[in-house]
């Protein structure tokens, strides 16, 4: 028991959120590197061979962006760092969604040019459903962009949250000198790479803002300028307090540039202080508590061919509380089936190594044969367990498919069931028509499932647009069979067989909610 507190106090589960081009998949890259797994950080945007560690899927690479989530697990300072790299285009925020179920804490990325932007406005709301605890990067200070003041007032304007600063700028763009320390009193200066700067090389411990030696280390008006920002911080901002922000109320914030690696280390020695460990769990019966010796684990991810060579496919389980243990048998509640998991991995982006034993927060691979899907719930106890919390949103986009190659029907199915099963997309089957209609985030998905179904399952598709705006999932009501039978043409199932609704036009939606007051639409479900 003593071994499992020890385990459980220096594990942080964490994911990294951003609106595209913040520099997410950048910061993550160094923070592998201060976390000494990877040698070389490739920025994603490069054109040499260093690509991003974190993108390994073929169409990252072309494009330079992350359509998938992926794991890394560290070491750094004593803790175990498990970072979960979500993606960072918009048109997949659905995997996100899942991704910020299964982690503990969440730093969120800001451009200091653009502020906040729509896909973090997103981000953040999941993150409020669930009082995620989140620390704030602000990015790209080396750049001419927006004043700190103002970030900081973006933030809580817009997001809702108080925005406590625990670094301050000196200057910005050209004339960004490095960061004030508010907690320690210490200054960090910032010497771009390849320059030369006659400012130190190492963190200079002044007595405090009337320090002479600040004026001889940054000149006087950047000194005062420093002054008069943080004295009205002291009087307008909010100041730190580690309850607010373990209750998802308040973010500390610090201020940096992840390309040229200013910043960043300060950023993670604080996160490991001050995030939380893992975090007890909600059950549909009860709440999990990361203590309990009992192993219990959930399924947030299922990736299909991360190997192609093998065709594999891996559910990522996190684990929720005991200890995991190699070959332990393990209760599959979904399907109300025991299974030996011989060959757990644990994961380094698209590396993987086999795990002989893990801890609650840790994030580990479970070979899937097509029984496990996400949502499900394991654990050595027989006792009915359904962990709650990952959902599914009614998508904003739908095409139908269209198969160039008749005779490649069965591997259509089987293709779009699997990438189904993944969440990259959804998959609606009309009950009067023989037709696949996908439902997405955003567009780019559609394109990545026709690059996934040729390359991974060597069907050649191509799809087209058809006249729905969205769907409802039918959760039942007294209305619910008249409603059926009258609107059997617009009716679908989707891959766990449950009904939807093929919303034609937000009028037409309406006008069924007049007619059948008693039928219950939802725009999410609940993954069972």
């Known amino acids: 028991m003593k071994q499992l507190h020890r385990e459980v106090a220096r594990r942080r589960t964490f994911g990294i959120i951003s609106h595209p081009d913040a520099g997410k998949t950048t910061l993550t890259e160094k923070l592998l590197l201060?976390?000494?797994?990877?040698?070389?950080?490739?920025?994603?945007k490069s054109k040499k061979a260093q690509h991003a560690t974190s993108d390994w899927m073929a169409v990252e690479r072309e494009r330079g962006i992350s359509v998938t989530s992926s794991v890394m697990k560290f070491e750094y300072e004593g803790y175990e760092?498990?970072?979960l790299d979500t993606p960072g285009h918009q048109d997949f925020s659905e995997d996100t969604y899942r991704v910020l179920t299964a982690v503990d804490s969440v730093v969120m990325v800001i451009d200091s040019v653009k502020g906040v932007e729509t896909q973090t406005k997103k981000l953040m709301e999941v993150c409020r459903m669930r009082s995620t605890p989140i620390m704030t990067f602000i990015n790209k200070m080396d750049r001419d962009g927006r004043s700190p003041l103002e970030l900081l007032d973006d933030i809580e304007q817009t997001l809702g949250i108080e925005a406590a600063p625990l670094t301050w700028p000196i200057g910005m763009g050209k004339d960004f000198k490095g960061v004030y320390d508010l907690r320690k009193h210490e200054l960090r200066f910032f010497v771009p790479a390849g320059a030369k700067s006659a400012l130190p090389k190492e963190t200079v411990l002044v007595s405090?803002?009337?320090?002479?030696l600040l004026d001889e280390l940054v000149g006087s008006a950047d000194a005062d300028s420093l002054r008069?920002?943080?004295?009205?911080l002291a009087g307008a901002g909010y100041p730190f307090d580690i309850d607010r922000y373990l209750q998802g109320s308040q973010t500390p914030v610090f201020f940096g540039s992840a390309l040229s690696n200013f910043g960043v280390q300060e950023l993670l020695d604080t996160?490991?202080?001050l995030a939380p460990s893992p975090?007890?769990?909600?059950?549909?019966?009860?709440?999990?508590?990361?203590?309990?010796?009992?192993?219990?684990?959930?399924?947030?991810k299922v990736q299909a061919n991360m190997d192609p060579a093998h065709r594999d496919r891996i559910a990522f389980l996190r684990i929720c509380s005991g200890r995991f243990v190699r070959g332990m048998k393990v209760r599959h509640h979904r399907l109300g089936k025991d299974i030996q998991i011989n060959n757990a991995t644990i994961f380094m982006a698209q590396d993987r190594e086999g795990v002989e034993q893990a801890w609650p927060g840790d994030i580990i691979g479970i070979q899937n044969h097509g029984t496990i899907k996400i949502g499900d719930s394991f654990s050595t106890d027989h006792a009915p367990?359904?962990?709650?919390?990952?959902?599914s949103f009614a998508p904003e986009h739908f095409r139908r498919v269209r198969l160039l190659d008749p005779l490649r029907s069965k591997q259509l199915e089987k293709g779009l069931k699997q990438l189904s099963e993944e969440g990259a997309i959804q998959v609606f089957r009309?009950?009067?028509?023989?037709?696949?209609?996908?439902?997405?985030?955003?567009?780019?998905?559609?394109?990545?499932?026709?690059?996934?179904?040729?390359?991974?399952?060597?069907?050649?598709?191509?799809?087209?647009?058809?006249?729905?705006?969205?769907?409802?999932?039918?959760?039942?009501?007294?209305?619910?069979?008249?409603?059926?039978?009258?609107?059997?043409?617009?009716?679908?199932?989707d891959i766990d067989g449950d009904k939807v609704y093929l919303v034609k036009s937000l009028w037409g939606l309406e006008h069924v909610q007049e007619s059948f007051p008693n039928l219950d639409l939802r725009t999410v479900k609940e993954h069972r």
């Open 81 to 83: 760092i498990n970072l």
């Open 279 to 300: 975090r007890p769990r909600a059950a549909e019966s009860r709440m999990v508590s990361p203590l309990e010796e009992g192993f219990t684990g959930m399924v947030f």
């Open 208 to 212: 405090g803002l009337d320090d002479p």
């Open 34 to 44: 201060f976390g000494g797994a990877i040698r070389l950080a490739g920025a994603v």
């Open 385 to 391: 367990l359904k962990f709650t919390g990952i959902p």
């Open 228 to 232: 008069r920002d943080v004295e009205l």
């Open 430 to 493: 009309p009950l009067l028509s023989a037709d696949y209609i996908l439902g997405a985030v955003g567009p780019l998905q559609f394109e990545v499932t026709m690059l996934r179904l040729k390359g991974e399952y060597k069907v050649d598709a191509a799809y087209e647009g058809l006249g729905i705006c969205s769907v409802r999932w039918i959760a039942g009501g007294s209305d619910a069979p008249r409603f059926l039978e009258r609107y059997a043409a617009d009716i679908a199932k």
């Open 271 to 273: 996160f490991v202080l």
